[in-house]
């Protein structure tokens, strides 16, 4: 007999705590160090009297939550492998659109086509009508382009049936700030709301680290085992037509109205992060949630660069320590005080009840 560990199951240890991914349930379990130093070690391994006393305290645990099994033919459940790859040359797009906006949004659409992009997010920065959603969705289907999972932020506006919204074919999510109150509301698997009380979207608004967004799922793991689990694959377009990696980078690639996407994307910098893993980003490197948790490459606490120049920070907007194994507000962090102010972000910072 020989101990198996389930092959959507992968074990992830960080400096303080170790983790079980199940990339199956989209869960993880804390699990002790000795117990994860047992499986490391004896996966795929016989299920002797030695392997059946390490784990006598844990076994009936292990086996009901699906994380193990035991087995006499191990060579029919082979490992899942680590590899990633994905067909299109850009994944997902950012669009920023103001009412004024310079840039024609059913061109730029059909040039994300050329690229098999199937995820795009519209961010709205002033009130937007049912119909003009509409009429990008029609363009969309018209031209049959590959863009399936639309995402849209924009203002609450009173009398708006935001339900009948994400209803309509293709979009995924929708994201409404400067509401009275926060909330969640889910529709189905695919189909959510996002009513946010955040008073004005900004590009400042990104890059926050909260563990109720961690994501577990294969697609993602795997891109971040590989990949910068931000920038991979990802352009955008900031209001003022500006081509970017992100919103939020400094680095412009030309502008929209007098360069291509195709031409952005052949700058030789457009890429540079899009292969920066956490397990380069210093202080992330020993996170046990590095797998899950979104990079952020815009706003970092500026420590830390690598040989070929990237800035391996960790990111500024994280109030997560691995060494601890706690959690704080990360405005408060004395020691980010000088990257805070040099983004400009004082106005973000959350001061104490007695300050």
Known sequence: ?????????????????????????????????????????YNNKKYDSNLKLELRDYIDFLVEEEFVFITKTPQYFPEISD???????????????????????????????????ENIELRFFKNVNESRIKNIIEFINENELFLTNIGIVLPYEENVNYTQILEINRIVYLHIYNCKSDDTVILSEDKHIVFSSLQIFSYKNCGLINSNDFTLNKYLFFESLHHNSCLHKKISIDSEGNIRNCPSMPQSFGNIKDTTLEKALAHPDFKKYWNLTKDEVEVCKDCEFRYIC??????TERTHTNAEGLDISKPLKCGYNPYTGEWQEWSINALKEKAIKYYGMEELVKKFPYD
């Open 1 to 41: 007999m020989y101990l198996k560990i389930f092959s959507n199951c992968r074990l992830v240890r960080g400096f303080k705590n170790c983790l079980i991914y199940d990339m199956q349930r989209g869960s993880i379990t804390n699990i002790p160090e000795d117990l994860y130093n047992t499986l490391l070690k």
């Open 83 to 117: 590899e990633f790859a994905l067909p299109s040359r850009i994944s997902n797009a950012v669009i920023d659109i103001k009412d004024d906006s310079i840039f024609d949004l059913n061109e730029i659409l059909l040039q994300l086509d050329d690229f098999n992009c």
């Open 294 to 299: 979104t990079d952020c490459r815009a706003y």
